[in-house]
């Protein structure tokens, strides 16, 4: 049986996209926390080409993808907005995906690129991304147009040359204004105005939920003293799922994705919408300053503001 030839197509090395290799990326329209909601994709474009030796392997104008997972507007009392996103993938010459993350790089030309720079703080998460985190007092949190940033390739990623194809088309959709965008939260957030609600604490100290490994743990806390006869509620997707008073807290869980939250007390409401990941855990905080608000915690000033807190039981008022 004759050998096989050293030219065969089982001998031909693969080219291979390795981890970490640099891809440059330039926002295609500005972001604005008012102007987006949880879950919704962001379109990115590529400034340089990437090669592998001399094939290009990602082309110049190609498209990437980001998830909006954490939004929420400016709101009263001079409380800024807040945006967080994930670079997701990049495409690449062959039409295949490759995934990325991000890196701690933040470029941009001119004033707007230098105010940009100074006001991202980006921090390495766990599930292998750095999120691209905004929050700025009394302002909306705003990624201007042409913001460039650095991904990382996330793993290697074998690469197969095919005939050459057009770039992707950047989503040329309109952004929503803002008050198109908040009245679409709330419907998608809030639960119905006349349902009220009878609660109480529980005084005796109660043992935490253990954290359930396919959903997301949230709590809902209110460490404070204001607002002594003051309730506020919480609705997730449109369903009440509890009520605080002072120095309260409950919890739920939530399946993996995004979910739209609505405090509410009186006529006024505070909106969020993030998208949760199972296995984790979420602190939300519920304040009365002036108006009803609700805010985000990290983990530290979660854990701080829940040791305050005493468990609400609530039931709907028939």
Known sequence: MPAQSQDSPSSTPRLMLKDGTPVELKFVRMVASSQV???????????????VGDVIVVGKDSIAEATVTVAQARRR??????????????????????????????????????????????????????????????????????????AYVDGDVPFEPAESRSVATVNQQEARDTKETM?????????????????????????LPVQPADRALIYVIRPTHIGMLVQTKLSVDRKWVG?????????????????????????????????????????????????ADLQLLDEQEGKEGLAKCKLSVFKEKK
């Open 37 to 51: 909601i949880a879950g919704e994709k962001v379109d990115l474009r590529v400034t340089r080409e990437v090669r």
């Open 243 to 291: 009520v605080n008073r002072v120095n309260n807290y409950f919890y739920l869980t939530l399946e993996p994705g995004p979910h739209y939250f609505c405090t509410q007390e009186g006529d006024y409401r505070s909106l969020l919408s993030m998208v949760v990941e199972q296995g984790k855990t979420y602190y939300l905080q519920q304040r009365i300053v002036s108006t």
């Open 183 to 207: 009245k679409q939260l709330e419907d998608l957030a809030c639960g119905p105005s006349e349902v009220e609600h009878s609660v109480r604490t529980v005084m005796d100290p109660q043992p």
């Open 77 to 150: 009392m001079a409380r800024g907005g807040c945006l967080e996103l994930k670079i997701d993938t990049v495409r690449l010459a062959n039409g295949e995906a490759a995934p990325l993350r991000l890196v701690e790089d933040v470029k941009g030309g001119g004033h707007k690129g230098q105010m940009i720079a100074g006001m991202i703080a980006v921090g390495v998460v766990d599930a292998g991304f750095a999120p691209l985190f905004l929050n700025l007092a009394g302002k909306d949190a705003t990624i201007p147009a042409d913001t460039e940033i650095t």
